[in-house]
Structure formats: structure tokens, C-alpha cells
């Protein structure tokens, strides 16, 4: 079990460079077509007013910036999206 964990690892470690080109990538083109497709959506309202429900000092984060912290969150960290997750993926 200790080995497979080992090599999982290595493996993620190798693959962060990649991933964190495809976030960026992801996250230009979204910052690119913001004017078109609007500052926020159903997702990034829902999403804030579900976090601003369990901290009422929550600052409310743009459609593009949820993006960038879901797709850090998924490829770079393997972790949930939470409030917190969310704000600590957008400070990195």
C-alpha cells in the first residue's frame, strides 16, 4: 500500500507542470470571453450565496475565478470544492 501511495505521488508530482498549463490556459480563455459571457452565472451565484450562507464575510468570486479554483482544485490538488478550498486555490 505504501508503494502504490509512493508512485501515486510521483505520478501527481509529475503531472503538475501539465496541469497547471491546462488551468492556465483554461483560465485566459475564460478571462478572454468575460465581456461576452458575463462577470458571473447561475453557478458563481449559487455557489456564493451557498458560502456567504456558512460565512457571512465571503467575498463573492467571479464565474472565471470558480473556474480557475475548480479546475486547480481537480488537477493540481485532487481536492474537494469547498468554500475553503476555493479560497485557498485562488490565493495560490
Do not use: H, K
Not at 22 to 39: A, P
Amino acid at each position: 500500500a505504501i508503494v502504490v501511495l509512493a508512485l501515486a505521488t510521483v505520478e501527481a508530482q509529475t503531472r503538475r507542470p501539465i496541469n497547471r498549463q491546462i488551468c492556465q490556459r483554461q483560465d485566459e480563455r475564460c478571462l478572454r470571453n468575460e465581456r461576452r459571457n458575463g462577470r458571473n452565472n447561475d453557478i458563481s451565484e449559487i455557489f456564493n450565496q451557498w458560502c456567504r450562507g456558512t460565512n457571512p464575510r465571503w467575498r463573492n468570486i467571479s464565474r472565471c475565478e470558480l473556474t480557475r479554483a475548480t479546475c486547480r482544485l481537480t488537477l493540481e490538488n485532487c481536492a474537494t470544492l469547498s468554500c475553503e478550498n476555493v479560497r485557498r486555490a485562488l490565493r495560490e
